[in-house]
């Protein structure tokens, strides 16, 4: 396969779309796929779309997916029992995607597969995203991963289950289609995967609304805990190892949270800051706007998108959530609050 010289071809700078899928597959013989750690729903979908189309479209190619363990709601997913999460063996892949991924670090495990790829192609709308691969499709105004693959691939080899995995993805990252990334462009394609003949109801019922015990309790842990701040616009909650312990929650269950605490009345910003195994703590904001969470989450070594972005930081957690109130508090008075 002929090197690609590392470009950024980003559809937003040039008005059209940079490459096709297809163009891609038509000179390889082994591909690699990956998205970013602790897979969510528009990672999980958007890699699955794209495993799904080599293997139905190009029985020649060899390609492995590598993810993290997914979410149980969505291994109804075609293929899904494919993952593999094994990072241990050695590979060199004539092409490998990242998706929804905003840096090689965040590719966890397969960095390695990343690394060691003759070519590497990054597609993702993180805003946060420095274009880290030869080729490059960084859209963050689009919103999800997921609506970037299908402009990517051929229309009419997407099939019934192809269409599951990218509404799964959209779904998700529009939260249900009522997130401020939502366009026109994202409705008309949710419509034409609805086309294709999935079960859109139970797939948003199954993999969006539908709670366990587990996290329904961890929940209401969260909404006792929460504190609001600066005239009651910001709202955080800190969730211990003890918390989740109490309510058999894993940092799974946590899905979802911030975004409820961000829905309260009167809010513009929520801090939800939970603690993981190694001791570290997870950080997620979400906003309608009024600040710039990927901003604040770069600071402390995240990423994002302006409205929603995430970070892991150490040490004590009241510190942690002084210093991004700090921040919060310094773009309030930017923006004559």
Request: a negative charge.
């Amino acid at each position: 396969m002929e090197k690609i010289v590392k470009t950024d071809l980003t559809g937003s700078k040039h008005g059209k779309i940079p490459f096709q899928i297809d163009e891609l597959l038509s000179d390889v013989e082994t591909v690699g796929i990956a998205g970013h750690i602790k897979p969510d729903g528009d990672c999980t979908g958007s890699t699955l779309a794209l495993y799904n189309y080599i293997r139905d479209n190009y029985p020649e190619i060899s390609v492995t997916l590598y993810l993290e363990p997914i979410p149980n709601i969505f291994k109804f997913l075609k293929r899904s029992e494919e993952i593999v999460s094994d990072f241990s063996k050695d590979a060199v892949y004539d092409l490998f995607f990242s998706l929804d991924c905003g840096d090689g670090g965040r590719l966890g495990g397969a960095i390695r597969y990343f690394d060691a790829a003759k070519q590497t192609v990054c597609i993702d709308h993180h805003i946060s995203n420095q274009s880290f691969a030869d080729l490059n499709d960084i859209q963050p105004e689009v919103s999800s991963t997921s609506e970037l693959v299908f402009e990517l691939l051929d229309e009419e080899k997407i099939t019934k289950e192809i269409a599951e995995c990218l509404y799964v993805g959209i779904v998700h990252d529009t939260g249900v289609f009522q997130y401020s990334c939502t366009s026109s462009k994202t409705m008309n394609i949710a419509g034409k995967l609805m086309d294709k003949g999935i079960n859109y109801p139970d797939i948003v019922d199954k993999t969006f609304f539908e709670k366990t015990f587990e996290q329904n309790q961890i929940l209401g842990t969260a909404l006792l805990k929460a504190k609001r701040y600066f005239d009651d616009r910001c709202i955080a909650c800190i969730i211990t190892a003890k918390d989740m312990a109490d309510c058999h929650a894993l940092p799974k269950h946590l899905e979802g949270i911030v975004a409820q605490l961000r829905s309260t009345k009167g809010v513009d910003v929520a801090v939800l800051i939970y603690e993981n195994a190694d001791g570290t703590y997870k950080v997620s904001m979400r906003t309608n706007g009024a600040v710039d969470v990927a901003a604040i989450c770069v600071r402390h070594g995240g990423g994002g998108h302006v409205r929603a972005a995430g970070a892991t930081m150490t040490g004590d957690p009241e510190r942690i959530l002084q210093a991004l109130l700090e921040d919060i508090k310094e773009q309030f008075l930017r923006s004559n609050y």
